[in-house]
């Protein structure tokens, strides 16, 4: 009798694309295959601009990390940490796909007078929320 031993699929990073959708939306979509199944990772901000506000929406994209095996994912908010003339509703969103590689940042940040929140959508393999800034 032979045995044969059936190796768990390892979730790989397949691709990400950057999506402008011109002053509504702005997205990153990571997809990751794990065998024959695909799902994604999506952060997407509000980038409609309004008065009295700054907000930035990017990414590092680290050499290796498409083709890297997906680890998870962490979302961080806090205020933001260089004050300035709206410091008291300054806020930061970091979401850290971590990878078998370096991981992949996406930072979120508005600077507003308390009036022009902005909506950032997280959706990941453990995640389906939408944070204020």
């Not at 295959?33 to 930035?56: H, R, V």
């Not at 997906?70 to 933001?80: D, K």
Request: aromatic share 12%; glycine share 4%.
């Amino acid at each position: 009798m032979t045995s044969t031993s059936i190796q768990p699929s390892i979730p790989i990073i397949t691709h990400v694309e950057h999506i402008d959708d011109e002053h509504k939306w702005e997205e990153y979509k990571i997809t990751v295959t794990n065998g024959t199944k695909q799902f994604y990772l999506i952060c997407k901000m509000d980038t409609t601009s309004q008065c009295c506000e700054q907000f930035y929406f990017g990414a590092t994209i680290p050499d290796g990390f498409i083709g890297s095996a997906y680890v998870g994912t962490t979302v961080v908010v806090n205020r933001a940490s260089v004050p300035d003339d709206y410091d008291d509703y300054a806020r930061e969103l970091y979401v850290t796909i971590h990878t078998s590689s370096l991981p992949m940042v996406i930072t979120c940040t508005n600077r507003h007078n308390g009036y022009y929140v902005h909506d950032v959508y997280v959706k990941t393999d453990t995640i389906d929320t939408y944070y204020k800034l």
